[in-house]
């Protein structure tokens, strides 16, 4: 493990200040050329506590060099209450402390005076601003204004009482805002303190707990270590469902934070910390505008726009600290005092059942069994088990119980115990005593199990266990809400066997439904639909279902369901990967894009998969390859959907397109260990990628055998868009028999991308340089990179054959350029121009000695004579004007043009 900084003491609060103001550095410069400026008085510095107000000060002293002479004033709350406290306890140790105006004046301006000789500027600094008291401040602005002494007032927000800010409020000071760092900041802040990758969704969650400030940061991650939920996996760095538990230094600033915050303040703070977010007329009816403005300007709260305005703490990360330093007595009090003015409307508000269900538990207040089993479902379905798991601890009658354990299942499978969730979710459904009961423990065998190589015979056997002692389950006008749910999960089930007609026969008409009007079933639904467009290659289709999916977890006010947004965004955009909707894949991906903390870690590694995904189709293999790094370290811990198989994958074939032979067949060992089933669509698109890499790695019999078994599978169950991603790569290792069958789906597909695969399908098909080179160009303006230099490649081979030779120079110019966008890709459609080529033979031997194989291993793998081998290595050693099998491994595995040399069984 990387060595990390120490939790406490000077090194480390070095370590957090100098990041605090990374993204604030360039102000630097500005500031010192304002203080060097005749026309200026000063400058005003205002941030937050843990901002790193305290660094940049150091960097500005180094930055002005020894000819400058600083004056520093500390305030204090004890030197507030003695008059002209704050400049007596500098000018003191010169001149006898005094009380009189001038005397105190004189003697700090004598000290200007003196300090002035021989140096090119003298700066008064004022640290702690608010607790200058009203003398000192008199003094200082009278200094200000009547020398050429400068001034560098260092504030927090909120302290807008503090007199020497009207230097400011009249243009005498340029203000600079220390503002929390940014999420790219955060994520080289992590790095840098943990000393290693970060996966995305830690740095998006840490980045929201602690709302950008680098020592609650550095709390969160001290706190994390010691709980042990932050840990190393496949050497990325991962947060596994933290209690969000400060670091006691970050603690200790917080309380210091609180500290001086008002009482009137600190109170509607701890209502906050308590109750969760609260309409902002709440918040009203239970104190002052002053207080609510008060606590707004300090920076401690944000308000968040909608329907309804509401009021959250600006780092959620703070929430639990604080919490546990409310006695239970002032907790009880205040529950009390908030429950008489929350209206009606918001007791169904879902946020709003966890939140006061857990602070009831917490100060003592009796809650019923009814209200004890909706906040712990409500808890799961946000994606927060530690409280749906508190509130499954407590003891309820037998009609609930049943139900408790099914939400104990799920809650434990969010927490990774799978074996704890499926032996929970049998025994709920075992003792369910009702259709309603029965159907959510149902939901929790279907979701624990959903990853267990006999899934679908539990699933069914689950199934029919309920239909013996209820009744069988068919849609109809009067079916039961539990009906509908029940339904709904054979149509999760269908889905993920592979079962497109059925599944969608069976979501159309659940669509049309009443009881599934609502916003979470239509989103649910429509992104299930919306995979299967994909998948049996209606794109076009499938892209519009995705964007209304987009559009209902968009909202303003706010999507109900985060465990339904998890997977139906995830599934939209997938939809946007296939059809190649690069736009909509950009906006769905981008950070600010459903950022729900309590999603951010669930996600899984999802949206790195997604990113990776993104990336390779586009041919950016080496920034695939980091995106799936972490997707993988992530899926390795968690995986409920059972994507690691696409990951694993999709990774092994990057790393084979890289060169990475050795690399490539590790991740191709992870795979075939995997003792897990998969999605039917995910497991066929992850197994077309790893044969692939298995062809390139050197199993090339192996790996177009099982290509084309792939192939026939998704054309057997009508899987178009599943079959359009293995035919691409069976042309790409060259299949010539994939061609015509690809020149067929091409005309087949529905997508906003068919111009280009019709195009290029015809050009391969044909293979005449001129149809080739300007599919090239089409395939660029579609955004598919890595297509076109394949293209264009192949255009200038044939220009080369044809004799055709101003063409042929002209393609070479465009394939140079294109080729140093991409840089270390060994496609195999790649050729080596003026090289000999190796036989497919030759190239199967070549990747056997880079990995360090001896002839006879050779030999007996490839069933050859020994003599057979060193024939071959003869003829590539001639070919390649090499002299070693050390040359022969360097070339390879990338270290010269010539591994580009792959053999390809269309063109060789």
Not at 287 to 304: A, G, M, Y
Not at 383 to 400: G, T, W, Y
Not at 765 to 774: N, T, V
Request: a negative charge; aromatic letters at 6%; one cysteine or more.
């Amino acid at each position: 493990m990387a060595a990390v900084p120490p939790r406490f003491g000077w090194t480390h609060r070095s370590w957090y200040m100098k990041w605090g103001c990374v993204a604030r550095g360039a102000n630097i410069g500005e500031i010192v050329e304002l203080l060097m400026d005749s026309t200026s008085k000063g400058v005003l510095i205002v941030g937050s506590r843990g901002t790193g107000k305290t660094w940049i000060l150091g960097q500005l002293l180094a930055a002005l060099g020894p000819d400058v002479v600083t004056i520093r004033l500390s305030a204090s709350k004890s030197l507030a209450a003695i008059p002209f406290g704050a400049v007596n306890a500098r000018v003191g140790t010169s001149v006898i402390r005094s009380s009189d105006y001038y005397e105190v004046l004189n003697g700090l301006m004598d000290q200007i005076h003196a300090s002035a000789e021989g140096a090119s500027q003298v700066l008064l600094m004022v640290d702690n601003a608010e607790h200058l008291d009203s003398q000192s401040t008199a003094i200082i602005l009278q200094v200000v204004m009547s020398s050429s002494a400068k001034l560098i007032l260092v504030d927090q927000h909120g302290s807008h009482q503090s007199h020497l800010r009207e230097l400011w409020r009249d243009g005498h000071l340029s203000r600079f805002e220390l503002a929390p760092l940014k999420p790219e900041d955060v994520q080289d802040f992590l790095e840098g303190l943990l000393g290693g990758k970060v996966a995305r969704p830690t740095t998006d969650y840490l980045t929201s707990r602690s709302g950008g400030n680098p020592l609650i940061l550095n709390g969160l991650v001290a706190g994390a270590q010691e709980e042990g939920s932050l840990r190393k996996v496949n050497n990325v760095w991962i947060l596994a469902h933290p209690a969000d538990r400060l670091g006691s230094e970050s603690w200790e600033y917080l309380q210091m934070d609180l500290d001086h915050v008002p009482a009137p303040s600190r109170r509607i703070i701890e209502i906050l910390a308590l109750a969760g977010p609260l309409p902002l007329d709440v918040l009203l009816d239970l104190t002052s505008p002053d207080v609510v403005d008060d606590i707004q300007q300090r920076e401690l709260v944000v308000i968040v726009p909608g329907v309804c305005l509401t009021m959250r703490l600006a780092r959620a990360a703070t929430a639990a600290p604080i919490r546990a330093a409310i006695p239970v007595g002032s907790s009880r009090r205040l529950y009390a005092d908030v429950s008489k003015v929350v209206p009606p409307e918001q007791h169904g508000n879902p946020e709003f059942i966890v939140n006061f269900t857990r602070w009831a538990l917490d100060c003592g207040v009796p809650v019923g069994d009814g209200q004890i089993l909706a906040a712990a479902t409500w808890a799961n379905r946000l994606m927060r088990p530690l409280e749906a798991l508190q509130f499954c601890s407590i003891k309820v009658d037998a009609n609930h119980s049943a139900a408790l354990l099914a939400q104990q299942s799920i809650a434990r499978l969010n927490q990774n115990h799978k074996d704890v969730a499926r032996s929970l979710a049998l025994q709920a459904l075992a003792l369910a005593p009702t259709p309603e009961i029965a159907a959510s423990a149902l939901h929790a065998v279907h979701l624990s199990h959903l990853s267990h190589l006999d899934y679908e015979t539990i699933f069914d056997g689950a199934l029919k266990n309920f239909e013996s002692r209820f009744s069988p389950v068919i849609l109809q006008e009067s079916s039961t809400r539990a009906d509908i749910e029940v339904l709904i999960l054979c149509a999760f089930r269908d889905v993920a066997v592979g079962d497109s007609v059925r599944a969608s026969e069976n979501i159309e008409a659940l669509l049309r439904h009443p009881l599934t009007a609502n916003i979470s079933d239509q989103t649910a639904l429509k992104s299930l639909m919306g995979e299967i467009l994909s998948a049996t290659g209606r794109m076009s289709s499938a892209v519009l279902t995705a964007m209304e999916v987009i559009a209902n977890l968009s909202r303003p006010e706010g999507f109900p369901r985060p465990d339904i947004a998890l997977l139906a965004y995830a599934r939209s955009v997938a939809v946007f990967i296939y059809d190649g909707a690069w736009e909509h894949v950009r906006g769905a991906l981008e950070p600010s894009t459903f950022t729900n903390p309590d999603l951010m870690l669930f996600s899984g590694g999802l949206k790195d998969l997604a990113a990776a995904m993104v990336q390779c189709r586009r041919g950016h293999v080496e920034e695939a390859i980091v995106a799936l790094n972490a997707a993988v370290g992530v899926l390795s811990d968690y995986d409920p959907w059972s994507v690691l198989h696409s990951a694993l994958g999709l990774l092994a074939y990057c790393l084979a397109m890289r060169g990475d032979i050795a690399g490539s067949q590790e991740r191709l060992s992870q795979l075939a260990a995997l003792n897990r089933r998969s999605n039917k669509f995910y497991y066929l698109e992850g197994a077309a990628y790893a044969a692939a890499a298995q062809f390139m790695s050197g199993q090339s019999e192996l790996g177009l055998a099982r290509l084309r078994h792939l192939q026939r599978e998704c054309a057997t169950r009508g899987f178009l868009g599943i079959e359009l991603t293995v035919l691409s790569l069976m042309v790409r290792v060259g299949d010539a028999a994939a061609v015509l069958r690809l020149f067929e789906v091409a005309r087949l597909l529905e997508s906003g991308s068919k111009g280009f695969f019709e195009e290029w399908s015809s050009a391969m098909r044909s293979q005449e340089p001129a149809g080739l080179d300007k599919a090239s160009n089409t395939a660029m303006a579609y955004g598919f990179e890595l297509i076109a230099v394949e293209l264009a490649t192949l255009a200038l081979k044939k220009f080369n054959d044809h004799g055709k030779v101003h063409k042929s120079r002209k393609t070479a110019s465009k394939v140079v350029a294109m080729r140093e966008k991409m840089p270390g890709l060994v496609s195999p459609v790649f050729q080596a121009i003026d090289q000999p080529q190796m036989t497919r033979r030759e190239h199967q031997i070549a990747l056997l000695v880079a990995q360090g194989e001896s002839n006879n291993f050779i030999a007996d793998r490839l069933n050859v004579s020994l003599r057979t081998i060193e024939g071959h290595l003869y003829r590539t050693f001639i070919k390649l004007d090499i002299q070693s099998r050390d040359q022969l491994a360097t070339k390879i595995n990338g270290g010269d043009d010539t591994s580009e040399q792959h053999s390809d069984v269309l063109y060789s």
